[in-house]
């Protein structure tokens, strides 16, 4: 099972409905695909998706269900797991309960070809929790000067708790490709400059009215209107990364999980 973390330095740019809507496109290309919402601060994923979901990691914390059990099913294939108010508890565990729940991880990497993390904005221990643990990041940016400020942080701190992290960033809301390149050189150069590690380039998603007003909807702008210059470009984006060369590793999910929760252990103690 290949693990994506779709992440950003800042909220309000556009994370989640990329997310979602990379899934769904990665699903309609015979994918087995599985968007985990791992965002602390703001679990909205169902609501992104415009579909309702009855259980949510909250019901595996309380021993009510167990991790297949509050998978729902999302549009065109994709299936999702809604993070509630239990993710900040899950990053917690420890002991039997974290066991048991990386026991039922293993369970539904047997089902999974792709798990996308769809975390919180910003450097804080629990977002890094799942960057550290997936194979590859996205990193989604907008050309606005906070949000570069932010992204450049954000890879800052991953890359110094695991160095070999590989980080895409995609690039939202820019008027055309020219634009799109141009934001991600002056990305690229500080990173280069200051870090001494490259980027890469994820693609990107240019401002498109038409797809705000179908996330004003909730409806996945995708599917809601596929000729939408934004609709375009997402699935772009998910055709690229399925493109993309994935040598998996020999640790499982639940193995490095188990490690980067470990870190954060360390970190607080």
Not at 12 to 19: A, E, F, Q, R
Request: with cysteine.
């Amino acid at each position: 099972m290949r693990t994506i973390a779709i992440t950003s330095g800042k909220g309000g740019v556009g994370k989640t409905n990329i997310s979602a809507n990379i899934g769904i496109q990665m699903a309609r290309r015979a994918r087995r695909v599985v968007v985990f919402d791992a965002d602390l601060g703001l679990a909205n994923l169902d609501v992104v998706l415009g579909t309702p979901a009855q259980f949510t990691l909250q019901h595996i914390l309380t021993g009510e269900k167990t991790l297949s059990q509050i998978v729902s099913e999302g549009p065109a294939g994709m299936r999702f797991i809604a993070g509630g108010s239990g993710v900040e508890a899950l990053i917690n565990l420890s002991g039997p309960q974290l066991e048991r729940f990386l026991s039922e991880l293993a369970e539904l990497e047997r089902t999974t070809d792709i798990l996308i993390f769809d975390t919180g904005a910003g450097i804080d221990s629990n977002v890094m929790t799942f960057l550290q643990a997936a194979d590859e990041t996205l990193l989604i940016c907008t050309p606005d000067p906070a949000s570069m400020t932010d992204a450049y942080a954000t890879a800052k701190s991953l890359w110094a708790r695991r160095p070999d992290a590989v980080i895409r960033v995609v690039l939202n809301m820019v008027i055309d490709d020219a634009h799109a390149k141009a934001v991600f050189a002056k990305l690229r150069s500080i990173t280069e400059q200051f870090l001494g590690k490259s980027l890469l380039f994820g693609g990107y998603v240019r401002h498109d009215p038409k797809a705000v007003e179908w996330i004003r909807k909730r409806k996945p702008f995708s599917l809601a209107d596929p000729g939408s210059p934004a609709s375009q470009d997402v699935c772009a984006v998910a055709a690229s990364l399925l493109g993309v060369d994935f040598e998996p590793v020999k640790l499982t999910l639940a193995d490095k999980l188990r490690s980067a929760f470990g870190f954060q252990y360390r970190q607080a103690s």
